[in-house]
Each structure stands twice: as C-alpha cells, then as structure tokens.
C-alpha cells in the first residue's frame, strides 16, 4: 500500500486540508486528512510537501500531440501523445478523429479501438501514459458551412447504416459523436447513439433553436466548442449558441486558450453554464508540445505559428494542454483554482459516463496530478504508478 501526503486536495467538491490518500494498486482505498487519521503502519510514503492532489484530468476532445495525430498509423503515434498527456496531468483522453474519407475513417477506428483494447488488459505498463478509454468520433456528419478545416469532400449525412458501419468498425468503443442537428437524418443517429450510450454533442452545426432543441429532446446532453465552428449568438437569432448556453439539460465544452475564445467570452460561458455544466477539452493537435512548423491532423496538414494553429486560413485545433486551460479559468474568469478543476475531472467523467475517474475518493481509479499551488503539473498518476518526468522542468 502507498500513503500519498501533500498540503491540499481537492475532490474535486470538497477541499481537505495535510490529506493522506492511500493506493492499493491501480485504486484508491481511502481519502482522509492527517488532523483526524495517523497513517498506518507498513505502508510506502511519498510526500508531496506545498502540492495540491486533484484528480488526473480527462480529456473528451484531443486529436494528438508531440507530433503525432491520433489517426496516424505509426504504432510509435499514441504513446507519445499519451505521454506528453500524462506530463500536463491528463490520465484519461477520448482519441478524437476529424473527418476523412470512409475507409480512412474505419481503418482509423479499428486500430483506436485496439488501443483501448490493449490498455484496458495492460496496466502495468501505464504510469507515464494517460489511458484512452473511448473514441470521439467528431465527423463527418457535420453541417458544411460549420466544418471549419474538415475536409467537405469527406463530410457525411447522417444514417444509421453510416453510423452502424463506424460502430462496428470501433467495435463499440465510440463514447462521444459530435453531430450537426440540422442535418437530415441527425434526429435518428442521435437517438440510436444515445440508445448504446454515446454521448451526443451537438457542434459544427449552423442550427436554429428549433433544430438544437429538438436534439436534446432526442437525447443529445452536450455541445462541442461552444461558440467555434457554431452559429455565431444574434440577439435576435439566438440558435444553437443560445439554446447551449440557457438550456439546463446541455453541458458544453470550450477551448480556453484565449484564442479560440476571448476571454470575456470564456467568462461569459463559465457564468452562463456554471461549475456543474461547463467542461474544458484541448482540441489539441500533433503539434502541442512541439515548435512552430507544419504538422498532420487527420489526413490534412496545419500550420503553426506563435501558438496559433491553422489550415488555409481557418483555426485548425490548437496547441492547448489541459493544465494551461485550467489555469486560464482561474485568470480569464477569477475561479479558484479548485473550482476550475471541477471542469477538467469529474464534470468530463459526468458528461461521457465514467464512474471511477476524475475524483479522489475510496474506490475511484489512483489516477491523481500533483500540481504546485498555481496549477502547474509536477507528477502524474496513472493507475497507480507516478511519471518520472513532470512538465515544464
Ligand atoms: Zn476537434
């Protein structure tokens, strides 16, 4: 058994005060604090004096990093990504693929699903690599004047033979689909995928209110990139942006890098859905973590220069990691560190159905991020077992 200590730690709802978790294997057995429990005898220390313990973070939307994309077929692709994850505090991510052409997209999907395979059974081997557990499948059926860089040649409409075809070849393993509602055929494949279980997250969509609230009375109950690759918010049009940010039924996710979004835009979303509702993602590409230059995502090339990442003059995903996104709440909107936390661990795990991930408490995962009083990552926990290297040392 190993005994963490650390200053704080936030559950992420509740803060304790010189806490102590203990891990038995790839578990957490108990959370409790020093003041009113003396560690056991026998067990392994690690003290982490002047750190917070938070949960490690969940990813729902990332297509790569450390020049790799997620759809690449080089088996050296996904631990690398999986390492710079682990290195920012992320231990559970969603392999996102973008839009491709079909066989692209299914050869993509059966050896996404592999990977979940493999690490479902091998967790020994984790430690320094953040665990895919499910794919997010962000198109093809998305709205054309919403794509933004996904390719149009490749967009789909939605069908449930469409739909059943990307399904089997994931053998199951598709958790988030994002869906344009607009779209002919968009209210059927949202009911069926909610059926199997999927998260249905309405983005790159130029819908109504009309179309957007029908969604969620089909079952859809989160929204991809509030505000990028949407219609944009009118006041006398509200639409799909207006529907997300009043309708209680809907989480929704943003980039908060302060490019996507202004940051009095991240403040205006984060007042509007609130800690329960709001979720951060990264949308980050091969390139995070890596100098400027050009990289892959997909099967289409972006460009990245001074933190921006673009195709053709459009954004393309961003560089963001997950930390960064957590800190720039707590700049960009005044959260506590604490609150903003919430948006990178158990809302995400809330939002696509994990019950042992992003929180500390007896039972849950030991995936646990050891972060400096500010929110910068100095180790990770995946499992169990503690990264060697932290980032930004
Ligand atoms: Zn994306």
Redesign the pocket.
Known sequence: MIALTAARLFTPLESVEQPVVLLEGARIVEVSSRATRPLPAGVQRIDFPDSILAPGFVDI?I?GGAGHDVMETDPAALPAVEQLLAKHGVTTYFP?T?TASRDHLLTALDRLATAIENAERDTASRGHRAQPVGIHL?GPFISFERRGVHPPQDLLAPTLSAFERFWQAARGRIRVLTIAPELEGAREVIAEAVSRGVCVSLGHSDASLHHTRAAVEAGARHATHAFNAMRPLGHREPGIVGAVLTDSRLSADIIADGIHLDPIIVDLFLKAKGPEAAVLIT?ATAATGMPDGRYRLGWFEVEVKDGMCTADGKLA?SVLTMDRAVRNVTKFAGWSLQQALRLATLNPSRVVGLSTRGKLEAGSDADIVVLSPNGEVRTTFVGGIMSEAAAGR
């Open positions: 939307h297509h996102t973008v962000e949308d995903g």
